[in-house]
C-alpha cells in the first residue's frame, strides 16, 4: 500500500468517526433542548416553554446527557481539525475535494462559538442555526466519506432521475429547516390535533412574523414564552411541508428502484425511514409530545437526510470535479 493510500484510508476512517461523533451531538442536542425548554415535563404542558432567569454560557445543561454532549462535541472537534489538515495537505483519496472538508471545519468553529455564546434560546435565529449548523456539518461529512470509498454508481440510464435527486435533497432541506423554526420558536404544543389546528393559523400576517429570525419572542412575568396563532402558522406549515416531503419522496424511492437495481437498496432504506419519520410525526402529536418520541423525530430526519445524499451519490459520476 503507497503513502497516500494508507494516509487516504486515514482520512476515511477519520470521516467516518466524525460522522458517527456528529449524528451522537446532534441527538444528544435535540434532546438537551427539548428538556431543557420542558418537553415532557411532570406538569405537561403547564411548565412547557419555562426559561431559566440566569443563564450561564451555552445552553448545555450540567447533566449527564450534557457531560456526554460536551466531550462528544470536544473528540469530534479534535478529529475534524486532523480530518482538515489531512485535507490540506493532500492526503485524502482521489475522488474528495477540499471543499466539503473546509466547510466542516468552518461548521464546527461556527457551532462551537454559537455553542459558548449563545444569548438565549428566546431568539430563534440561534436555535436554528445549531440545528441547521449540525444537520449540514453531518450531511457534508457523510458525502465525503462517500466520496471517499469506492461505490458502484447507478447506470448511465438513470442519469435522468439525478436533477430528481437534487430536488428531493432540496425538499427535505426546507422540511428540516421548517422542524427547525417550528422549534425555535416552541411551537411543538401549539397544535395538538389532527389534521389542522384551532385558531387563525392561516393568516400571511403570522407566517411573515414567525420567519423574522431575529425577532425576541415574548416572555411573561414568569419567565414563559407566550404563545399564540404565530406558532400554530409556523407548525401547521411544516406539517403541510411533512405531506408534500411524504409523497415526493415516495415517488423517489419507487421511480430509484424500478429505473435500477443498482439503486434498490437505497431506494428501499429511503421509503422506510420516510414512513418512519411520518408515523413518528403523527404519533408523537396524539401522544403529546413525549420526549423522547420527539428526540427520534430529529434523528430519523437526519438519518433521512443522509439517504437522500446518498441517493445523489450514486447517481453522480466520481469523476464529476464540481461534486466531489
Known amino acids: 500500500m503507497t503513502d497516500r493510500a494508507k494516509t487516504g484510508s486515514l482520512f476515511t476512517?477519520?470521516?467516518?468517526?466524525?460522522?458517527i461523533l456528529t449524528l451522537?451531538?446532534?441527538?444528544?442536542?435535540?434532546?438537551?433542548?427539548?428538556?431543557?425548554?420542558?418537553?415532557?415535563?411532570?406538569?405537561?404542558?403547564g411548565c412547557f416553554g419555562q426559561?431559566?432567569?440566569h443563564r450561564n454560557h451555552g445552553l448545555v445543561p450540567h447533566?449527564?446527557?450534557?457531560?456526554?454532549?460536551?466531550?462528544t462535541a470536544s473528540l469530534l472537534g479534535l478529529i475534524v481539525v486532523a480530518v482538515t489538515y489531512l485535507a490540506l495537505r493532500g492526503r485524502r483519496p482521489a475522488g474528495v475535494g477540499l471543499a466539503a472538508p473546509l466547510s466542516v471545519f468552518i461548521l464546527t468553529v461556527f457551532l462551537s462559538v454559537l455553542g459558548y455564546s449563545t444569548p438565549s434560546p428566546d431568539i430563534p435565529a440561534v436555535t436554528l442555526g445549531n440545528l441547521l449548523g449540525g444537520m449540514a456539518m453531518l450531511a457534508l461529512l457523510w458525502w465525503t466519506?462517500?466520496?471517499?470509498?469506492?461505490?458502484?454508481h447507478a447506470s448511465d440510464s438513470a442519469s435522468v432521475l439525478r436533477p430528481w435527486a437534487r430536488l428531493g435533497l432540496l425538499v427535505v432541506v426546507v422540511q428540516i429547516a421548517l422542524g427547525a423554526l417550528t422549534s425555535a420558536n416552541f411551537a411543538g404544543p401549539?397544535?395538538?390535533q389532527l389534521p389542522?389546528?384551532?385558531?387563525?393559523?392561516?393568516?400571511?400576517?403570522?407566517?411573515?412574523?414567525?420567519?423574522?429570525?431575529?425577532?425576541?419572542?415574548?416572555?411573561?412575568?414568569?419567565?414563559?414564552?407566550?404563545?399564540?396563532?404565530?406558532q400554530k402558522t409556523l407548525h401547521m406549515t411544516h406539517r403541510l411541508g411533512a405531506i408534500v416531503t411524504l409523497v415526493y419522496l415516495a415517488w423517489l424511492a419507487v421511480k430509484s428502484m424500478r429505473l435500477d437495481n443498482r439503486l434498490h437498496n437505497t431506494g428501499i432504506s429511503l421509503l422506510a425511514f420516510l414512513l418512519l419519520q411520518a408515523g413518528l410525526g403523527v404519533t408523537?402529536?396524539?401522544?403529546?409530545?413525549?420526549?423522547?418520541l420527539v428526540t427520534a423525530h430529529n434523528a430519523v430526519a437526519a438519518i433521512l437526510l443522509l439517504a437522500v445524499i446518498n441517493l445523489n451519490h450514486l447517481l453522480t459520476p466520481t469523476g464529476d470535479p464540481a461534486h466531489s
Open 13 to 19: 476512517f477519520l470521516v467516518f468517526v466524525a460522522l
Open 24 to 45: 451522537a451531538a446532534v441527538v444528544l442536542s435535540a434532546y438537551l433542548r427539548l428538556e431543557s425548554i420542558g418537553l415532557g415535563c411532570a406538569d405537561w404542558p
Open 51 to 53: 426559561l431559566p432567569t
Open 63 to 71: 447533566s449527564g446527557a450534557g457531560a456526554i454532549h460536551r466531550f
Open 145 to 152: 466519506g462517500q466520496r471517499s470509498v469506492e461505490t458502484i
Open 190 to 192: 401549539s397544535c395538538t
Open 196 to 230: 389542522a389546528c384551532n385558531g387563525d393559523w392561516a393568516a400571511i400576517s403570522n407566517l411573515a412574523q414567525g420567519f423574522d429570525l431575529f425577532r425576541r419572542l415574548g416572555v411573561d412575568h414568569q419567565g414563559m414564552i407566550i404563545t399564540g396563532d404565530i
Open 284 to 292: 408523537a402529536v396524539l401522544t403529546e409530545l413525549p420526549l423522547l
